[in-house]
């Protein structure tokens, strides 16, 4: 009897917070994120941490009734996945897994070549040519292989350029040399015939040398035949610099026409300066926010629009730049901001 007053009492609780939390919707509940995108075709995800979808009960509720895309922000890593040599651990990526597989929302799996979040066996080690192949095929055979039919999307190479279009230096880069990059997506294509394999980058969303640098690459490695489905454009964006949306849309366009898809795979817009009160901020922010989901609804190429996280609590932007900031489209209770507002706004009516 007590057992079941406490779970009465937590649901009560739960529920009134929700509510709470959700009044100053000015619409109707079935009308969600989730449900627009559904009906204009295109996905909408956020980028999940998994210790709050464990301990905070806002935090799964919010993300399957907007959502219905999960990218890991930083379980599928290599230091999190491949923690020692001939360790794997998939825990923490499984329960994303099998948390989206529940609420009908696709995964998309991040990330299998990065220069970051590397073990220390991998960077502290000395590898030769050879053997630095041996243990990326490995992992990415192993991993992929693992995931297979569990994932809708890989992002297989994150980041390999610098803003002035040249290749960046990295472990990868220096101990393998620049046919890494190919390489990485036919080993992923190996251990998964079917699952779309992207390349991922930030700063190159709308026009400028790193935007015509990716562009470049992704064109020789079609016409290479190289197995690629798209280009996730991160947009990592903040008030005093976001691309201008005829950019992005014709960035889009190129890239679509070289028969890849297109995501926005990591928006988020940093807010600590550009405008004065806290409303102007979040305004300009919603109208960015606008611009971008516009943009990807111009052409069909763009087949899916994520944001870095669900709630400006778990934003992982305050701890990166050292400033206060309202990126995402909840706030730290939870409650939409005006971005929300603006993204409804665009998938019903434009
Ligand atoms: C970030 C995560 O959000 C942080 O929690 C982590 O400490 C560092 O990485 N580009 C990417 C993402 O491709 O993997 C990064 O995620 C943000 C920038």
């Known amino acids: 009897m007590k057992r079941r007053w406490f779970f009465a009492s937590v649901l009560f609780i739960v529920s009134a917070s929700l509510s709470l939390a959700f009044s100053s919707y000015s619409l109707p509940n079935s009308v969600t994120l989730r449900s627009l995108a559904e009906k204009r075709g295109i996905e909408i995800g956020a980028a999940v941490a998994i210790p709050p979808l464990k301990t905070d009960p806002m935090y799964p509720q919010l993300l399957a009734s907007q959502f219905n895309s999960a990218s890991a922000e930083n379980v599928m890593k290599f230091e999190y996945l491949h923690p020692q040599p001939n360790t794997y651990t998939f825990n923490e990526a499984d329960t994303l897994v099998d948390f989206a597989k529940s609420h009908n929302m696709t995964v998309h799996a991040h990330v299998l070549v990065w220069h970051i979040q590397l073990p220390k066996w991998l960077t502290e080690g000395k590898f030769s040519r050879d053997q630095l192949i041996t243990i990326l095929r490995d992992h990415i055979h192993k991993v992929v292989g693992y995931y297979k039919g569990k994932v809708q999307a890989w992002d297989v190479v994150n980041e390999a350029l610098n803003d002035d279009g040249t290749l960046r230096n990295t472990i990868w880069l220096q101990g393998i040399g620049p046919d890494y990059i190919e ?118 190429a763009c087949k899916s629009f994520t944001v870095w996280g669900l709630t400006d609590k778990f934003s992982w932007l305050p701890g990166f730049t050292g400033k206060p900031n309202s990126p995402l489209l909840f706030n730290t209770n939870y409650r939409p901001n005006p971005a929300y507002y603006a993204l409804i706004d665009v998938l019903q009516n434009k």
């Not at 817009?269 to 009160?277: F, L």
Request: hydrophobic share 40%; charged share 25%.
């Open 183 to 300: 390489m990485a997506f036919r080993w992923a294509r190996e251990a998964d015939p079917n699952v779309e394999l992207y390349y991922n980058d930030f700063g190159a969303d709308g026009f400028g040398p790193k935007s015509d640098a990716v562009y470049n690459l992704v064109k020789k490695l079609k016409a290479k035949q190289v197995p690629i489905t798209g280009v996730g454009l991160q947009m990592h964006v903040g008030l005093g610099w976001a691309p201008p949306k005829r950019d992005v849309i014709a960035n889009i366009n190129r890239l679509g026409d070289l028969g890849l898809n297109v995501h926005i795979s990591e928006m988020d817009v940093q807010t600590y300066d550009g405008a004065r009160t806290e409303e102007e901020k979040l305004q300009k922010a919603a109208n960015i926010y606008a611009d971008m989901m516009s943009a990807c609804l111009s052409n069909k």
